[in-house]
């Protein structure tokens, strides 16, 4: 069986798709909200991020789904990691919406993908910097599922004084395959969540020694 960190095996699907008004073409949202919000912000930031150099530019009326990994959708800070109580909870937080739009360019599959999500204090809680580690992957899924793309994103998020909870967004400017076949595109899916492993391995990694 094929394993890796970005396993068939590991994900599920969330809400349908809900395409929302918005100004920029192709851009559509899902997830367990109804805001609005993270469709407006990436309509806000233009596509002219993405560079048109050779004329074949052009919005898509489809875009592979975007989905949240299995048991990645929420992710929980704790202060003693090996006494993962409810007392001991410093921060919790979770996905609750994506949003994507594609371009074609220059032979490639151009996508902006939108995630937006919620921190919440725990009893441990207080005021600080989180760096969240987002994962987006591109699969081709079928008998034998393919990662074409795997992207690690580490995002920092800021909580003030006397902010019991924070919403975040991060947009992933451009994931970028090679333009699939027509009789592919349609098993195209983006996974999004939270890499704990990542996380594990920032915090574990050893302290360089004093050089003599």
């Given at each position: 069986?094929?394993?890796?960190?970005?396993?068939?095996?590991?994900?599920?699907?969330?809400?349908?798709?809900?395409?929302?008004?918005?100004?920029?073409?192709?851009?559509?949202?899902?997830?367990?909200?109804?805001d609005?919000?993270?469709?407006?912000a990436?309509?806000?930031?233009s596509?002219?991020?993405?560079?048109?150099?050779?004329?074949?530019?052009?919005?898509?009326?489809?875009?592979?789904?975007?989905?949240?990994?299995?048991?990645?959708?929420?992710?929980?800070?704790?202060?003693?990691?090996?006494?993962?109580?409810?007392?001991?909870?410093?921060?919790?937080?979770?996905?609750?919406?994506?949003?994507?739009?594609?371009?074609?360019?220059?032979?490639?599959?151009?996508?902006?993908?939108?995630?937006?999500g919620?921190v919440?204090?725990?009893?441990?809680?207080?005021?600080?910097?989180?760096?969240?580690?987002?994962?987006?992957?591109?699969?081709?899924?079928?008998?034998?599922p393919?990662?074409?793309?795997?992207?690690?994103?580490r995002?920092?998020v800021?909580i003030?004084?006397?902010?019991?909870?924070?919403?975040?967004?991060?947009?992933?400017?451009?994931?970028?395959?090679?333009m699939?076949?027509?009789?592919?595109?349609?098993?195209?899916?983006?996974?999004?969540?939270?890499?704990?492993?990542?996380?594990?391995?920032?915090?574990?990694?050893?302290?360089?020694?004093?050089?003599?």
């Amino acid at each position: 069986m094929r394993r890796g960190p970005l396993s068939h095996h590991r994900f599920i699907r969330i809400a349908p798709f809900v395409a929302l008004a918005v100004t920029a073409a192709g851009c559509s949202s899902s997830g367990v909200g109804t805001d609005a919000s993270l469709s407006q912000a990436m309509a806000s930031t233009s596509t002219a991020q993405i560079p048109d150099t050779t004329g074949s530019t052009g919005n898509l009326d489809r875009c592979p789904n975007v989905e949240l990994r299995q048991g990645a959708g929420t992710y929980s800070i704790n202060t003693a990691a090996r006494d993962p109580s409810a007392m001991q909870l410093r921060y919790q937080v979770s996905i609750g919406q994506t949003a994507r739009e594609c371009r074609k360019i220059d032979g490639n599959l151009v996508m902006r993908v939108g995630v937006q999500g919620r921190v919440v204090l725990g009893p441990a809680g207080g005021p600080g910097t989180l760096d969240l580690p987002i994962r987006y992957a591109v699969v081709e899924e079928g008998m034998q599922p393919k990662t074409v793309l795997s992207k690690l994103e580490r995002v920092p998020v800021s909580i003030g004084e006397n902010q019991p909870h924070m919403a975040f967004t991060h947009i992933e400017e451009q994931l970028s395959v090679p333009m699939p076949a027509e009789a592919v595109f349609d098993k195209y899916i983006v996974y999004v969540g939270f890499d704990t492993m990542a996380s594990q391995d920032k915090k574990t990694a050893p302290k360089r020694g004093r050089q003599n």
